[in-house]
C-alpha cells in the first residue's frame, strides 16, 4: 500500500505543467484506463436471477444444503450488492423489479427483504440519483449529503467493529490528504455501540472527517441511515459525482484510488468549463 501510494504520488508530481502532452506520448506513455462499470448482458442477468430463484424457492444448489428463510433473505442482499457492481438498462431494470414481484407474491414472508432488494436497484445502483441523507454527526452537529454538492464524494458505511472497515484506513487518509484542496469529500455513516466509541476508533485511526452516527435500531445492527440504503455488511461505500449521481459501489483498495481519481479530474474539468463561460 506504502509503496503504491509512494508511485502515485510521484505520478501526481511529474504529471503537473511542465509535461506536455506531446512529450509524455512520444516517449511511449499512456495514461492508465479508467476505472469503468460494465454493462450487464440480458444472458448474464438471466443466470442471476435464475440463482436468486433457487435460493429463494429452497431448490438446492450444487454442493449446498437446500435454502432456509435466512439463506433467501441472504440471496437477495447479495443479489441486489452484485446488481450495483454493472449498469442495467431501464428494459432490464423493469424485468428485475419485475421478477422481484413475482417473487413477494410467491413468498410473502420475504416482505422486507425483495422491498429492500427492489430499493436498490430502483435508487441505489449505478447512474442512480444518491438519496440525501439528513444526520447527526459524531460531534452532534447536524449535516446533509446534498451539502456537497458539486464535490466527488466517498461515502463509507462502517463500523467500529468491523476489522475489514479498519484495513481501509490507510487509503481514506490518502485521499483526505491528497485531496484536500479539491472538490472531493469523504464522509461516513458510523454504526456501532455508542457515538463516543465511534468516535474514539475515528480518532484512533487519524481520519479527520465528518460522519453520521447513525444508532443501530430496534436490535438490529444497523441504524436508519444503513437500513435506507440497505447495507447490511461493512464496510459499504459509493462514490457519488458533484451532480449527486452514484457511480462507483464497494470499490475498494487501490480501485478506490482509480475511481475517486477519475471523478475528481472530471469535476475539475466541469468546473473550469464553467468559470470559462462566465
Given amino acids: 500500500m506504502r509503496q503504491w501510494i509512494g508511485v502515485l ?21 499512456a495514461p ?16 442471476l436471477l435464475a440463482t436468486l430463484d433457487r435460493f429463494v424457492t429452497g431448490a438446492p444448489l450444487p454442493d449446498r ?12 442482499w447479495q443479489f ?34 425483495i ?3 427492489r430499493r436498490v436497484i430502483e435508487q441505489l445502483t449505478v447512474g442512480k440519483p444518491a ?32 476489522a475489514i472497515c479498519r484495513t481501509q484506513a490507510p487509503y481514506e487518509r490518502f485521499l483526505i490528504g491528497r ?16 457515538r463516543e466509541s465511534a468516535h474514539a476508533a475515528s480518532v484512533s485511526d487519524h481520519l479527520a472527517h465528518r460522519s453520521w452516527w447513525d444508532a443501530p435500531a430496534n436490535g438490529a445492527d444497523n441504524g436508519p441511515i444503513a437500513q ?14 458533484g451532480r449527486g449521481i452514484i457511480r462507483f459501489v464497494n470499490v475498494r483498495d487501490e480501485d478506490l484510488l482509480k475511481a475517486v481519481r477519475q471523478l475528481v479530474d472530471e469535476q475539475v474539468a466541469l468546473d473550469d468549463k464553467a468559470r470559462r463561460r462566465k
Avoid: M
Fill in 228 to 241: 435506507a440504503w440497505n447495507v447490511l455488511g461493512w464496510p459499504a461505500s459509493f462514490l457519488i459525482d
Fill in 131 to 162: 438519496p440525501d441523507i439528513s444526520g447527526i454527526d459524531l460531534a452532534g452537529q447536524p449535516f446533509k449529503l446534498s451539502d456537497y454538492r458539486g464535490k466527488v464524494v466517498a461515502l463509507v458505511f462502517s463500523a467500529e467493529w468491523c
Fill in 80 to 113: 441486489g450488492r452484485r446488481l450495483q457492481t454493472g449498469r442495467l438498462s431501464a428494459s432490464q431494470e423493469g424485468r428485475v423489479v419485475a421478477h422481484l414481484d413475482r417473487l413477494l407474491n410467491a413468498h410473502p414472508s420475504l416482505n422486507a427483504a
Fill in 179 to 194: 485531496y484536500e484542496r479539491w472538490p472531493f469529500a469523504l464522509l461516513s455513516v458510523q454504526t456501532g455501540s455508542s
Fill in 65 to 76: 444444503q437446500p435454502s432456509t428463510r435466512s439463506a433467501a433473505t441472504d440471496a437477495l
Fill in 9 to 29: 504520488a510521484a505520478v501526481c508530481v511529474l504529471s503537473g505543467p511542465a509535461l506536455r502532452a506531446q512529450s509524455y506520448s512520444a516517449f511511449g506513455f
Fill in 115 to 117: 422491498k429492500g432488494t
Fill in 32 to 47: 492508465s484506463a479508467d476505472l469503468a462499470v460494465p454493462a450487464f448482458t440480458d444472458e448474464e442477468l438471466g443466470g
